[in-house]
Nanobody, 125 residues
């Protein structure tokens, strides 16, 4: 059974940092993508960043330069380092995974089959 466990959210002041973690278990594929998404209150889920099995990262424009995705294969964990946080970053953050033959990486939620439970990030002004 594939399981994703997102953690690391919390309350932080504007300008602060958080590091989210996504622990992945039960997922066996040589070609995959892991993505980070967020959903703010009253809004749809938005893709932020993803990383493929080759370690290539991708970012949506709104977070480039502030957020960094990384992976630790020894821990089967994907991280999202978030710096210079703004109140607009307040949302529930989700990680997702899927098999991607060819090493694709996408920022669309329909591209992912497996999802974590989400972790709340609140940025105060």
């Amino acid at each position: 059974e594939v399981q994703l466990q997102a953690s690391g959210g919390g309350l932080v002041q504007a300008g602060g940092s958080l590091r989210l973690s996504c622990a992945v278990s039960g997922f066996t594929s040589d070609d995959y993508a892991i993505g980070w998404f967020r959903q703010a209150p009253g809004k749809g889920r938005v893709g932020l960043s993803c990383i493929n099995s080759r370690g290539s990262p991708y970012y949506t424009d709104s977070i480039k330069g502030r957020f960094t995705i990384s992976s630790d294969s020894t821990k089967n964990t994907i991280y999202l380092q978030m710096n210079s946080l703004k109140p607009d970053d307040t949302a529930v953050y989700y990680c997702a995974a899927d098999r991607k033959p060819g090493g694709g990486c996408y920022l669309f939620d329909l591209e992912y089959e497996y999802w974590g439970q989400g972790t709340q990030v609140t940025v105060s002004s």
